[in-house]
């Protein structure tokens, strides 16, 4: 389990997070929404401590991860799996050393072991026969799932996924948003999503926490923001024509 | 603003020197890295020595025509300016233009491109797996490097001025074997030590810290090439008075 509490965080005079609280549970995928400039990247870059927010804690499972040094913070970052927007695979790696990149740091697996892990771990994702290709020769979407098949390589107790959809076609998005959820109930992890993919949160949102200016506006289920009368959340939400009328049939 | 980049590079030296997390990774990398900065610049710097030892005999004929002066002379001069000056400024000058832009532009696009993220949020040290492997590099293929500059610089004076007839090869090779003081060059291994350092560590600091996209990360380069420069100046300064 994670648990923030009022978080702070600025940049200059831009005070972009406002004392956010929020707890996120194991086995569900939480997710993070808010519109562009909202906070949310911020967010999840302070709760996994590559921003460090002036006030506020970051406990993972109890134990605060703020007050943790670089050294105190390598085993809990050992059990943190992360999808980047970009998905940031390492250009200068094949996709099988993208993914047993951390096996050969922190582990004393032998090589045979860790190219049965990263074949798991691809084949989890259906992306077999692919580990001698380059990132830069593999489409967006495939991409976000080796991101994802590295994120799951050290077995996580956290995962993190910010805009795991964005650049990505329709299909794609639905096949690596029920990615995501068979991943998080099949290891039990505390999953975080960092998304203003209106389908993604409806399609697999257990607790969704609405930031609007740097402020936590909302949190509920998905169902419960369907119902909820907090404009600026229906603003966001109901954006488009198509949820608008997806509004009205719920109604 | 000087002194906050110099903290900042001081900073960033203490986390590249931290224990690595595994040896045999990072010594793969350093080889690799050895064989990028070393091997890779040998071609360049292979053709500019030559043709600075070539260029360096025909003037120091010129401005030596006196029938006082000895042409084996030449060949001293050439050595001496070639071991203590051309042959590690000179290397330095030019690797800093090659390799320290390929360094500070690969680290920058790692930055722009969450890779650095990538690597800490596994909890790799990402200052030392990234910049560690590059400075051994440096700081031991600097002065290979070097040696190869001097020997080429001396070996195309002699080309040089035989081909056009400036100094006749047996006084240009007396002249490179007479009155040799072998501490020059132990001066120009220490400058070619500290360059190696600088032209390492100085794109990778510019490199490292980048913010923005593909426009920052090419003004970053830029940047590390002419504060790398004035830096391999400054120190070539410094050396030369403390050491002769």
């Given at each position: 389990m994670i648990e923030i509490q009022n978080i702070h965080k600025s940049f200059g005079d831009n005070h972009v997070l406002k004392g956010i609280d929020a707890a996120f549970e194991p086995g569900k995928v939480s997710m993070i929404i808010g519109g562009s400039g909202s906070g949310k990247s911020?967010?999840?870059?302070?709760?996994?401590?590559?921003?460090?927010?002036?006030?506020?804690?970051?406990?993972?499972?109890?134990?605060?991860?703020?007050?943790?040094?670089f050294e105190e913070r390598i085993p809990v970052r050992r059990e943190i799996g992360m999808l980047f927007q970009n998905s940031a695979l390492f250009d200068s790696m094949t996709v099988e050393?993208?993914?047993?990149?951390?096996?050969?740091?922190?582990?004393?697996?032998?090589?045979?072991?860790?190219?049965?892990?990263?074949?798991?771990?691809?084949?989890?994702?259906?992306?077999?026969?692919?580990?001698?290709l380059y990132p830069s020769e593999l489409s967006g979407g495939m991409k976000k799932r080796v991101g994802i098949a590295r994120a799951i390589s050290m077995n996580p107790k956290y995962l993190f996924c910010d805009e795991p959809n964005s650049g990505l076609d329709p299909a794609t998005s639905i096949l690596i948003d029920e990615l995501i959820q068979e991943l998080t109930e099949e290891y039990q992890c505390t999953t975080v999503v960092v998304t203003h993919d209106m389908n993604s949160v409806m399609g697999i949102g257990d607790y969704i926490l609405f930031l609007y200016k740097g402020e936590k506006f909302w949190e509920g289920s998905n169902t419960d923001m369907l119902k909820s009368d907090v404009q600026e959340l229906n603003d966001f939400v109901f954006a488009s024509p198509l949820m608008q009328a997806a509004r009205q049939v719920i109604k | 603003m000087i002194f906050h980049h110099f903290g900042k590079y001081v900073m960033l030296l203490r986390k590249v020197f931290k224990k690595p997390e595994k040896w045999k990774i990072y010594i793969k990398e350093i080889f690799h890295e050895m064989n990028e900065i070393g091997v890779g610049s040998l071609g360049l710097i292979l053709i500019i020595s030559t043709f600075i030892g070539a260029v360096m005999t025909l003037q120091i004929a010129f401005q030596l025509v006196s029938d006082l002066i000895p042409s084996t002379v030449i060949g001293q001069i050439n050595r001496d300016s070639n071991i203590l000056e051309l042959g590690p400024t000179i290397s330095a000058l030019v690797l800093m233009g090659k390799v320290g832009s390929s360094i500070s532009s690969q680290i920058g696009s790692m930055r722009v491109t969450e890779q650095i993220d990538a690597l800490e949020i596994m909890g790799i040290n990402a200052p030392g797996y990234l910049i560690l492997p590059k400075i051994i590099a440096g700081v031991v293929m600097m002065p290979a490097l070097v040696i190869v500059a001097i020997?080429?610089?001396?070996?195309?004076?002699?080309?040089?001025?035989?081909?056009?007839?400036?100094?006749?090869?047996?006084?240009?090779?007396?002249?490179?074997?007479?009155?040799?003081?072998?501490?020059?060059?132990?001066?120009?291994?220490?400058?070619?030590?500290?360059?190696?350092?600088?032209?390492?560590?100085?794109?990778?600091?510019?490199?490292?810290?980048?913010?923005?996209?593909?426009?920052?990360?090419?003004?970053?380069?830029?940047?590390?090439?002419?504060?790398?420069?004035?830096?391999?100046?400054?120190?070539?300064?410094?050396?030369?008075?403390?050491?002769?």
């Open positions: 911020t967010l999840l870059k302070c709760i996994v401590g590559l921003h460090e927010p002036e006030k506020g804690q970051v406990y993972f499972d109890k134990e605060e991860f703020t007050q943790m040094s050393q993208n993914i047993v990149f951390g096996l050969d740091m922190f582990t004393s697996m032998s090589k045979e072991e860790k190219v049965d892990r990263a074949n798991l771990c691809l084949e989890r994702v259906n992306l077999k026969n692919t580990n001698h | 020997f080429c610089a001396i070996c195309g004076g002699l080309i040089g001025g035989s081909l056009s007839g400036a100094v006749a090869p047996s006084d240009y090779i007396q002249g490179i074997q007479g009155g040799f003081n072998g501490f020059t060059v132990a001066v120009a291994l220490v400058k070619a030590f500290v360059f190696g350092f600088i032209i390492t560590s100085v794109p990778a600091y510019k490199g490292f810290y980048v913010r923005g996209g593909a426009l920052e990360v090419g003004q970053a380069g830029t940047q590390a090439v002419v504060i790398g420069c004035i830096s391999i100046l400054v120190c070539d300064y410094v050396i030369t008075a403390l050491m002769l």
